[in-house]
């Protein structure tokens, strides 16, 4: 399984990003994917994630009302729609992928996301 993530960049404060996750490697059909995210000096911590065959989404307390998470099944790719954006939401985005409800097996490079107040 490879994730590629891409998208990130700097944006002032209440401002949007989208990023993107291109899986490939196997069908994805009964896999997790999330969005987990790691700000300097923090550990990391869930942001979304979206069962891909049902496309059930979750969200943190903290992004709920402001993030969508989504999939494209042709193109096999994840998103995360980021709106109304804060400087607290700055930090390294990484996606990963999951079979069924076991740990995040899989972890892509993770892109930057800058938020100037």
């Known amino acids: 399984v490879q994730l590629q993530a891409s998208g990130g960049g700097l944006v002032q404060a209440g401002g949007s990003l989208r990023l993107s996750c291109a899986a490939s490697?196997?069908?994805?059909?009964?896999?997790?994917m999330g969005w987990f995210r790691q700000a300097p000096g923090k550990e990391r911590e869930f942001v979304a994630s979206?069962?891909?065959?049902?496309?059930?989404?979750y969200y943190s307390d903290s992004v709920k009302g402001r993030f969508t998470i989504s999939r494209d099944n042709a193109k096999n790719t994840v998103y995360l729609q980021m709106n109304s954006l804060k400087p607290e939401d700055t930090a390294v985005y990484y996606c990963?992928?999951?079979?069924?409800?076991?740990?995040?097996?899989?972890w892509g490079q993770g892109t930057q996301v800058t938020v100037s107040s």
């Open positions: 990963a992928a999951r079979s069924g409800v076991g740990d995040y097996a899989y």
């Open positions: 979206i069962i891909w065959s049902s496309g059930v989404t």
């Open positions: 490697g196997r069908r994805f059909g009964n896999y997790g």
